[in-house]
């Protein structure tokens, strides 16, 4: 497997699991891109050295590397579909 050494991380989704997740990539000094709906939870991580998404469409064009930390599987589909239309590339997936 090759090493990622700077690529740009999104994040959609900054809850319980992804803001932890996204919170320390960022103290780690990796640049993560954050969306979520709640501003205060995009607010906590860029207070951790994280950037600002307004969009997940503006997280997946500033990424090399999208994560999606979403609710249901129509959050999924939604944030997919955003991300191709904008940037052209699949997103891949564990099942």
Request: proline fraction near 1%; charged fraction near 15%; glycine fraction near 12%.
């Amino acid at each position: 497997m090759a090493e990622i050494s700077s690529s740009q991380i999104g994040f959609c989704g900054l809850g319980a699991m992804g803001g932890g997740m996204a919170i320390n990539l960022a103290r780690l000094g990796w640049t993560i891109h954050g969306y979520d709906i709640y501003t205060l939870l995009v607010d906590k991580l860029v207070k951790a050295g994280g950037r600002s998404a307004a969009s997940p469409a503006e997280a997946a064009k500033a990424a090399d590397i999208l994560i999606l930390m979403v609710i249901n599987s129509a959050q999924v589909d939604e944030v997919r579909s955003i991300a191709l239309y904008y940037t052209g590339n699949m997103i891949s997936e564990l099942e």
